[in-house]
C-alpha cells in the first residue's frame, strides 16, 4: 500500500488565488512527521513546512499553511495568494520515527501551474 | 539555513565507467545522508541511508556493489555508481541531516548521463 499518496497529478490555479494540495498518509507509527517541498524546474529541493504528529496547531508558514487531520491521515498544503513563481512540482513526504530510521518516503507530486 | 552542496552538478560519462557523486553539508555536522533518485517527471526514491563512520543500509532493490556509498566524515558523503549503463542515467539527489533533528537539507541535485 502507499504509504503516501497525491491524488493530484497536475492543476492550474489562477495568480492571488489561494490552492490547496492534497495529501494523504498512512502509517501506524504514533511518531511520525509530514513535510512539504517544493521543486521548481531547476531540480533542488525547497523545504516549505513541516508538522508534527504531536503538533497541536496546524502549522503555518508565511503564504503556506498545513491544513493537518490526524483522525483523517491527510496532510494537505494551502497556498495562499498564489504567484507566478510559486509554479513548480510540490511532494509531500512522511518521516516515521527512530525504528524506521526517519526516513523520508514521498508522494507522486503535483504539478501547480499558476496562471497570470 | 543549513546548506548542503552537490557536485558535481552535471555529469556526462560513457557506458561502463565509474562516476563519484560528492555531497557536503557546509554549514553543519550530519550525523546521517540520504541519496534518492528521481526519473523524469516522478518523485524521489530513496536508495540508501548513511551513517557517519558505519556501512550504509540500502533499500530493497538497491544494488550496493553498483552505487557504493561512503560517508567518511560529518561533513562529506559520496555516492559512486560503479560500471555505468545508460538506463542509471537520472537525477541524483542528497540530503543530510543533523543529530537529534528531524529537518533533510536537501543539495542541488546531480544530473547523469550515460552514454
Same mark, same amino acid.
Given at each position: 500500500?502507499?504509504?503516501?499518496?497525491?491524488?493530484?497529478?497536475?492543476?492550474?490555479?489562477?495568480?492571488?488565488?489561494?490552492?490547496?494540495?492534497?495529501?494523504?498518509?498512512?502509517?501506524?507509527?504514533?511518531? =511520525?512527521? !509530514?513535510?512539504?517541498? /517544493?521543486?521548481?524546474? @531547476?531540480?533542488?529541493?525547497?523545504?516549505?513546512?513541516? $508538522?508534527?504528529?504531536?503538533?497541536?496547531?496546524?502549522?503555518?508558514?508565511?503564504? =503556506?499553511? !498545513?491544513?493537518?487531520? /490526524?483522525?483523517?491521515? @491527510?496532510?494537505?498544503?494551502?497556498?495562499?495568494?498564489? $504567484?507566478?513563481?510559486?509554479?513548480?512540482?510540490?511532494?509531500?513526504?512522511?518521516?516515521?520515527?527512530?525504528?524506521?530510521?526517519?526516513?523520508?518516503?514521498?508522494?507522486?507530486?503535483?504539478?501547480?501551474?499558476?496562471?497570470? | 539555513?543549513?546548506?548542503?552542496?552537490?557536485?558535481?552538478?552535471?555529469?556526462?560519462?560513457?557506458?561502463?565507467?565509474?562516476?563519484?557523486?560528492?555531497?557536503?553539508?557546509?554549514?553543519?555536522?550530519?550525523?546521517?545522508?540520504?541519496?534518492?533518485?528521481?526519473?523524469?517527471?516522478?518523485?524521489?526514491?530513496?536508495?540508501?541511508?548513511?551513517?557517519?563512520?558505519?556501512?550504509?543500509?540500502?533499500?530493497?532493490?538497491?544494488?550496493?556493489?553498483?552505487?557504493?556509498?561512503?560517508?567518511?566524515?560529518?561533513?562529506?558523503?559520496?555516492?559512486?555508481?560503479?560500471?555505468?549503463?545508460?538506463?542509471?542515467?537520472?537525477?541524483?539527489?542528497?540530503?543530510?541531516?543533523?543529530?537529534?533533528?528531524?529537518?533533510?537539507?536537501?543539495?542541488?541535485?546531480?544530473?547523469?548521463?550515460?552514454?
Amino acid at each position: 500500500a502507499q504509504k503516501i499518496t497525491q491524488t493530484q497529478p497536475g492543476m492550474f490555479v489562477q495568480e492571488k488565488e489561494a490552492v490547496t494540495l492534497d495529501c494523504t498518509y498512512d502509517t501506524s507509527d504514533p511518531s =511520525y512527521g !509530514l513535510f512539504w517541498y /517544493k521543486q521548481p524546474s @531547476s531540480g533542488e529541493m525547497i523545504f516549505l513546512i513541516y $508538522q508534527g504528529s504531536y503538533d497541536q496547531q496546524n502549522a503555518t508558514e508565511g503564504r =503556506y499553511s !498545513l491544513n493537518f487531520q /490526524k483522525a483523517r491521515k @491527510s496532510a494537505n498544503l494551502v497556498i495562499s495568494a498564489s $504567484q507566478l513563481g510559486d509554479s513548480a512540482m510540490y511532494f509531500c513526504a512522511m518521516r516515521e520515527g527512530e525504528a524506521a530510521g526517519n526516513k523520508l518516503t514521498f508522494g507522486g507530486g503535483t504539478r501547480v501551474l499558476v496562471k497570470p | 539555513g543549513a546548506v548542503v552542496s552537490q557536485h558535481p552538478s552535471r555529469v556526462i560519462c560513457k557506458s561502463g565507467t565509474s562516476v563519484k557523486i560528492e555531497c557536503r553539508s557546509l554549514d553543519f555536522q550530519a550525523t546521517t545522508m540520504f541519496w534518492y533518485r528521481q526519473f523524469p517527471k516522478q518523485s524521489l526514491m530513496l536508495m540508501a541511508t548513511s551513517n557517519e563512520g558505519s556501512k550504509a543500509t540500502y533499500e530493497q532493490g538497491v544494488e550496493k556493489d553498483k552505487f557504493l556509498i561512503n560517508h567518511a566524515s560529518l561533513t562529506l558523503s559520496t555516492l559512486t555508481v560503479t560500471s555505468a549503463h545508460p538506463e542509471d542515467s537520472s537525477f541524483y539527489i542528497c540530503s543530510a541531516r543533523e543529530g537529534g533533528t528531524y529537518e533533510q537539507y536537501f543539495g542541488p541535485g546531480t544530473r547523469l548521463t550515460v552514454t
